[in-house]
């Protein structure tokens, strides 16, 4: 009798049994699952890097992803979806300065300079800073982001890139599909799709907070595209151009999402 094992023993066991083979299977699982993330990562680690071009320097599966990921975005890409924008109040007074890259102080002369607007191979529209002050000033206060991991509600103010490009009659440019600005000293230069340039928040900006831009912050002009990372910000532009090709970008080539969209 001793021996014997209750009914509710035997319940037990068999529960004890059940919850192993369940504990057994969620633990195989997890190692499978685990291994197969491991291998993944390896392949990833150890596939192709892509040569430098126009894009350069990651993992070329990543690289797919990336540009797969934009041919998407921009499909749901809109005019009427709006950045968040925000009271003047709520600006920071202190707007961090991030990286300066071709801002450098040789050869460069704010009085002298002039917008050189690429409108074909061998014509040029040159512009100086009294021509897009005629236009009508928009400004915006936002949240700037950094890839980086910061951001900042910053104010400011210029004209609307797309009124820039209708003012001047850019029509025919304005169907390319890409534009590629770059410092006076082409050492730093973005590109981006065009949807993002013609975009109502996208501005030319000579001011902010109120006041023209500082060295720093990229004056005379610099680009404000709050539907993109920083990086695509490009502070002192030099030259405008446009193209049915992505133009080379200075962080794309580096290793960076090409489109950095946000
Ligand atoms: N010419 C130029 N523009 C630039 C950069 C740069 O190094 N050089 N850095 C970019 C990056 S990474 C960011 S986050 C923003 C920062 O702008 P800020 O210095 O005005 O904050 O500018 C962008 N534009
Ligand atoms: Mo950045």
């Avoid at 990921?69 to 003047?88: A, C, G, I, M, Q």
């Avoid at 928009?138 to 400011?156: L, M, R, Y």
């Avoid at 000293?185 to 030319?204: C, F, R, V, W």
């Amino acid at each position: 009798m001793e021996n014997q094992k209750s009914a509710e023993e035997i319940e037990e066991e068999k529960l004890d049994r059940k919850l192993n083979r369940r504990n057994f299977l969620s633990f195989a699982t997890f190692a499978a699952v685990g291994a197969a993330a491991v291998g993944g990562w390896k392949w990833l680690y150890h596939a192709d890097i892509e040569p430098r071009k126009i894009t350069g320097f990651t993992r070329e599966p990543l690289r797919d992803v990336l540009n797969k990921n934009e041919t998407l975005f921009r499909k749901f890409f809109s005019h009427d979806h709006l950045v968040k924008t925000y009271p003047k109040s709520e600006a920071v007074k202190n707007v961090r300065i991030n990286s300066l890259i071709g801002l450098e102080k040789e050869g460069f002369d704010a009085d002298t300079w002039e917008l050189n607007v690429q409108k074909s191979k061998d014509q040029i529209l040159k512009l100086r800073l009294d021509d897009l002050k005629k236009l009508p000033k928009t400004e915006i206060v936002f949240d700037f982001k950094c890839v980086e991991g910061w951001d900042q509600i910053q104010h400011w103010g210029g004209v609307k890139f797309a009124d820039f490009m209708a003012h001047y009659q850019l029509h025919n440019q304005a169907k390319m599909e890409y534009v590629g600005m770059k410092t006076p000293n082409s050492k730093y230069y973005i590109g981006m799709d065009m949807e993002s340039a013609l975009h109502p928040q996208t501005i030319l900006a000579y001011e902010m907070n109120g006041r023209p831009l500082t060295i720093e912050h990229g004056a005379p002009l610099r680009l404000i595209v709050p539907v993109k990372y920083g990086i695509k910000n490009l502070k002192r532009i030099g030259t405008i151009s446009f193209s049915n090709e992505r133009p080379p970008d200075f962080w794309a080539r580096l290793g960076y999402d090409y489109y950095s969209g946000l």
